[in-house]
């Protein structure tokens, strides 16, 4: 999986937003003084491809949606994803064909990412002894694999 671009939409006439920001080939970098957004655009990546991410306060009030565009087998997915506070979920896929995939759980989401990139869907068990959900999240060029 390569990660192509991100843009962020606002949330009303005075939310935030990204231009489409596009990835480099090899490595991206982000640089800028400390409280410029940095970090939730990190994050918005990782929520992007399933992981339940806790954003600021004000991230939820002024951002809209998140679009995360990927290439799967030289096969591009835009994955757009609503910032929401607490356990909801709108997740929908543009599928290469044009076909538009919709998850409202972030585990039927991940499922779905499995089966793209050909990953057996493992059973994981947390600290108490309880089987969790594997969810994907990308970071460098390793895919791990992280649990609630």
């Not at 192509?4 to 800028?32: E, R």
């Not at 997915?77 to 909801?88: F, H, L, P, Q, S």
């Not at 972030?106 to 947390?126: A, C, M, V």
Request: proline content about 3%; aromatic content about 14%.
């Amino acid at each position: 999986m390569k990660l192509k671009s991100l843009q962020i939409f606002p949330n009303g006439k005075d939310g935030w937003f990204t231009d489409v920001m596009c990835f480099g080939a090899h490595i991206t970098q982000l640089y800028g003084p400390t409280s410029c957004g940095k970090t939730p655009i990190i994050q918005t990546i990782a929520y992007c491809l399933g992981y339940p991410c806790i954003f600021r306060e004000d991230i939820y009030n002024r951002c809209n949606y998140a679009v995360l565009v990927i290439d799967i087998n030289d096969k591009e997915y835009e994955i757009r994803r609503t910032y929401i506070k607490g356990k909801e979920v709108d997740i929908k896929v543009t599928e290469p064909d044009g076909m538009i995939q919709e998850f409202y759980s972030e585990g039927d989401y991940s499922l779905y990412l499995f089966e793209l990139l050909n990953i057996k869907s493992i059973d994981l068990l947390n600290n108490q002894g309880q089987k969790t959900q594997a969810y994907l999240c990308k970071r460098s060029t390793n895919a791990i694999f992280s649990y609630r």
